[in-house]
């Protein structure tokens, strides 16, 4: 397992898998672990139904028990079109098909929209935990639009058998401020339904593009996305992995002033290696207490395999507990995205593969 992973990671292998931090220390991370539920979430506010369908998302897939996760997300039918989505392997219109591809690839759940998981509750609930995405972005008005509205009730997700719901919330949009009323609201009552919540903390401003670089991506503003995240008591944070660093200084200007930082952020708390921009993002979600997962990102083909298994790797040594893996998965023939979602687990799996 060990070897395979090495080869894909090819030469950056030895920085990825021999670094070690000296930003901010292993030992302050409340790190994934077997019996995570019980030594985080038991600790909580978090009514009892809430940590039973926790236990159900740690304990199921190949996974299971591990503390990490490795979800399947569909829900681009919506987010990216139908077609857009599923024209590469037309077998996933049937919604059926998105849920044995999570059951092949041993996946502790499967995210999706009410429609998709509805159609199939029957037959699939009680075999894999779902995530119900409870908001989108409606991509079909013109001219398009990016905003997350709502799409049905808690109670519609409650009852097709849900464990969690999941929403996206877009962090420096001019929206922002009334999802995250929204979704705070949502999050609180799916809790009193007695099921788990799910953010993907996404940034989302034009101004976040300076001078040729995206600071959507940037480990300080994801980091303070995630933190809001928590605040709203998000029990899992979805975030794109970091790419770069100092959104804050770049956005921030005696013209136009942009929000607050340190600069113990850039010296002491982060560096320029992938694995420290991670950290940080684990330490915006309550030095792990709220489990971080970074998102697969978007299928670009060959490379796909290789850059999954680097960016598991990534989150798992930067203290992140898992991948949500979508369109590198489904855009492909069933066995070979089942084979990714294995690779990706691998990595977790893998015990040579520890906190840096």
């Known amino acids: ?101 999570a059951l092949e690839g041993g996946c502790n759940a499967v995210a999706s929209t009410y429609g998709v998981l509805g159609a199939v509750a029957r037959k699939y609930a009680h075999k894999i935990p779902f995530l119900v995405k409870i908001n989108h972005n409606e991509f079909l008005t ?109 956005l921030n200007s005696k013209e136009n002033p942009y929000g607050k930082t340190n600069k113990k952020v850039y010296t002491d708390l982060t560096s320029e290696h992938p694995i420290d921009l991670v950290r940080y993002q684990v330490a915006n979600c309550y030095m792990g207490r709220v489990s971080l997962i970074n998102s697969g990102g978007a299928s670009s083909g060959a490379g796909d395999l290789a850059e999954a298994v680097r960016t598991a790797v990534i989150n798992k040594r930067g203290g992140g507990a898992g991948l949500i893996s979508g369109r590198k998965a489904f855009q492909r023939p069933m066995a070979e995205g089942a084979a990714l979602l294995h690779a990706i687990q691998d990595v977790y799996l893998a015990k040579e593969i520890t906190l840096a």
């Open 142 to 250: 013109y001219p398009n639009k990016f905003d997350q509205i709502m799409f049905g009730t808690l109670k519609q997700a409650r009852d097709m058998g849900a464990a969690a719901v999941g929403a996206t919330i877009y962090f420096g949009s001019a929206e922002s401020g009334r999802q995250i009323v929204e979704v705070a609201q949502a999050f609180t009552m799916a809790h009193e339904l007695g099921m788990a919540t799910v953010l993907w903390c996404y940034l989302r401003n034009s101004a976040f593009k300076i001078g040729g670089v995206d600071y959507h991506v940037s480990a300080d503003l994801t980091g303070q996305a995630n933190h809001l995240g928590v605040t709203i008591e998000a029990d899992v944070i979805k975030q794109k992995l970091p790419e770069n660093n100092g959104g804050y200084n770049a």
């Open 1 to 101: 397992m060990i070897d395979r992973i090495v080869d894909l990671l090819g030469s950056e292998a030895t920085s990825l898998l021999e670094h070690q931090s000296k930003t901010i220390a292993k030992d302050q991370l409340h790190a994934p672990s077997a019996d995570f539920v019980d030594q985080v979430w038991a600790q909580s506010d978090r009514p009892i139904p809430v940590l039973r369908n926790l236990q159900a998302l740690f304990g199921t897939g190949r996974l299971a028990n591990t503390g990490y996760m490795s979800i399947l997300p569909v829900d681009q039918g919506i987010e990216h079109s139908a077609g857009a989505s599923f024209a590469p392997n037309p077998l996933y219109f049937d919604p059926e098909n998105i849920v044995k591809l």
